[in-house]
């Protein structure tokens, strides 16, 4: 007999909520993860060659972001769950991945830390916001017409001037722009790129179409 009390069961419910789309959107999840992972490696064995492996995970990424937005649109399956899921994946791909390699290329003094927390800190702030506004940016269409700041993905490029950085030689003490000692702490002048690309991410008067 059934017990009236007990909850239906729901094995691998939540994977019958995925789509095809959504597992392009984990291998974007996956190489932010990996990229994570070889930035620390690189500041325990000091390789370029793992160093450049993990800003490539950041290309890797974005392609995997694009592709899980083709993808839901030629099986026309768009979900909240897909959005979400999309957000959580471009924080750590496109949010902390380049931030943990900054701090492995040099970036260590105290306001570099502030710049690098910072530049998170708004990546995720435009991305919930542009969650609860996608609605009214779509105007009631499947596919939101502008973004709002620069999307979070364009972090891209910081990881490609760290890419060079490493490839020039220019980690670490020999970090381009050199080092500042502001008060108690020190500054990488590069550290301040993490800082305009996220003030650009949370603007709201730069309005940027969605191709």
Same mark, same amino acid.
């Given at each position: ?24 959107? %984990? *291998?974007? #999840? +996956?190489?932010?993860?990996? !990229?994570?992972? =070889? ?61 943990? %390699? *900054?701090? #492995? +290329?040099?970036?260590?003094? !105290?306001?570099? =830390? ?62 381009? *722009? ?34």
């Amino acid at each position: 007999m059934t017990d009236p009390t007990r909850p239906p069961r729901r094995h691998f419910s939540m994977i019958r909520e995925f789509h095809l789309a959504d597992f392009f959107t %984990l *291998g974007n #999840a +996956a190489c932010g993860m990996v !990229g994570v992972f =070889l930035a620390m490696r690189y500041m325990a064995q000091q390789s370029p060659d793992i160093f450049l492996w993990a800003a490539a995970m950041a290309p890797a990424a974005f392609a995997f972001d694009v592709l899980d937005g083709h993808v839901a649109r030629w099986r026309q399956k768009h979900s909240a769950f897909g959005r979400e899921l999309d957000s959580l994946a471009d924080v750590i791909s496109f949010g902390v991945a380049p931030a943990a %390699l *900054g701090y #492995a +290329a040099g970036m260590q003094g !105290g306001w570099d =830390l502030v710049a690098l927390i910072y530049f998170v800190c708004c990546g995720v702030s435009r991305l919930a916001r542009f969650n609860i506004t996608a609605e009214t940016l779509s105007e009631g269409g499947a596919k939101v017409r502008y973004f709002e700041g620069t999307p979070i993905p364009t972090s891209v490029v910081l990881t490609g001037v760290l890419a060079w950085a490493c490839w020039a030689g220019k980690l670490g003490p020999a970090l381009p *722009g050199g080092v500042w000692t502001i008060g108690p702490w020190q500054l990488h002048p590069l550290a301040l790129l993490f800082v305009v690309s996220g003030s650009l991410m949370v603007s709201k008067t730069l309005r940027i179409p969605k191709l």
